[in-house]
């Protein structure tokens, strides 16, 4: 009689990318590989360069972080009879009988644009193959902060004073986008690129000179800039979302930077910034906080998983939606995975679930009617 043999799940982990926060997926995707379980996982990393070349080696994480990315291609067709990866050699593709085994789900560990933006999830959407986070319109709205303000704002969901404007309108009128920001967010204010997280290309100005010199920065890296007004003596609470059509909230966490504000070094380099959890917040602000964060989720579209970044007043009588990460840092130590940690789910776990949650949504869709 023969054995049976389980096949293991096989996950694609992507990483790297050409957005200006390639390192911080590289840090994600090596927690995240380290920490799927070999028994139950076949993990694939798949590395993408800062020029969007895909790498097909035995450890792209390392020639990513080495800067040496070897030079044999791979990528994943926009094909649903495929669902796989195509090694590209000097020729050409190779033979489809050589084609590596289809990909179970994937896990896109980009952030930033052509990652987090709907764009990847695009592509495996028409490869028809099943992938953690939020889905194409979920991850546009989440990546560009104007937009997300303007959908929440109209579900009834507290945001900060905005004033967002493209580089065409900047060159053509910067007086009166200046008196229009003085108006409407006033000084110190902050000003980001709308479509990059990790607080890349984000200035804290206090007069006009600072603005201008921090907008002509922030449109290095995104054709659209978004100002917004600074949350005056305010904490900055996070919570994480997760599932599906039935989405749930973790224990609330804060951040307290050891700087004026909670900028890259603070996430990344060696700073002292706190991470409180669980928040100390009084009941009823943690409800409203929690139930925000469902809605924000659900504003958008979003499925899989988010953070939902708030802004609470010192006095509690007043809570602002600061932003909504569909694919937030991912590492065992990021506030992601440290909120659902104390929520009683442990990173391995967090893990199982999103890749669960992944392929249930892939399995609504492809019952739905795609012809008369």
Not at 37 to 48: F, L, S
Not at 71 to 82: Q, R, S, T, V, Y
Request: net charge negative.
């Amino acid at each position: 009689m023969t054995e049976h043999v389980h096949r293991r799940t096989r996950i694609g982990v992507l990483f790297g990318g050409r957005s200006g926060e390639h390192d911080v997926s590289l840090r994600s995707a090596e927690s995240i590989m380290r920490a799927l379980d070999p028994e139950r996982y076949e993990v694939v990393p798949i590395g993408i360069t800062r020029e969007g070349r895909w790498l097909r080696s035995p450890d792209p994480l390392r020639e990513l972080q080495s800067g040496t990315p070897a030079h044999m291609e791979m990528a994943i067709l926009a094909d649903p009879g495929a669902r796989g990866l195509v090694t590209f050699d000097v020729g050409g593709p190779i033979a489809a009988s050589e084609r590596e085994a289809p990909l179970d789900v994937v896990i896109p560990a980009l952030h930033g644009p052509y990652g987090e933006d709907g764009t990847i999830q695009g592509l495996l959407e028409i490869a028809d193959v099943p992938y953690v986070g939020a889905g194409v319109l979920g991850s546009a709205l989440g990546m560009d902060k104007a937009l997300m303000k303007t959908v929440l704002r109209a579900a009834g969901i507290p945001v900060i004073d905005w004033v967002s404007f493209r580089v065409h309108e900047w060159a053509a009128r910067p007086d009166a986008i200046i008196v229009d920001v003085e108006a409407t967010c006033a000084y110190p204010c902050f000003v980001k690129p709308a479509n990059l997280g990790s607080s890349v290309g984000i200035t804290k100005a206090s007069d006009e000179d600072e603005l201008r010199a921090a907008i002509d920065f922030a449109l290095t890296f995104d054709r659209k800039v978004i100002v917004e007004r600074a949350a005056i003596d305010c904490r900055e609470i996070e919570c994480s979302v997760l599932g599906n059509q039935m989405p749930i909230a973790s224990v609330l966490g804060e951040i307290v930077p050891d700087r004026d504000w909670y900028d890259y070094d603070a996430k990344y380099a060696n700073s002292k910034t706190e991470l409180i959890i669980p928040a100390q917040v009084s009941p009823a602000v943690s409800d409203r906080v929690r139930a925000m964060a469902v809605d924000t989720f659900k504003a958008i579209d979003c499925e899989g998983m988010a953070r939902v970044d708030f802004f609470v007043a010192r006095d509690e009588l007043a809570v602002w939606v600061n932003e909504l990460n569909t694919i937030p840092g991912f590492t065992s130590i990021s506030m992601f995975a440290k909120l659902w940690e104390a929520t009683g789910l442990d990173y391995p776990k967090l893990l199982d679930e999103l890749i669960r949650l992944a392929i249930e949504r892939h399995g609504t869709r492809s019952r739905l009617k795609t012809g008369r």
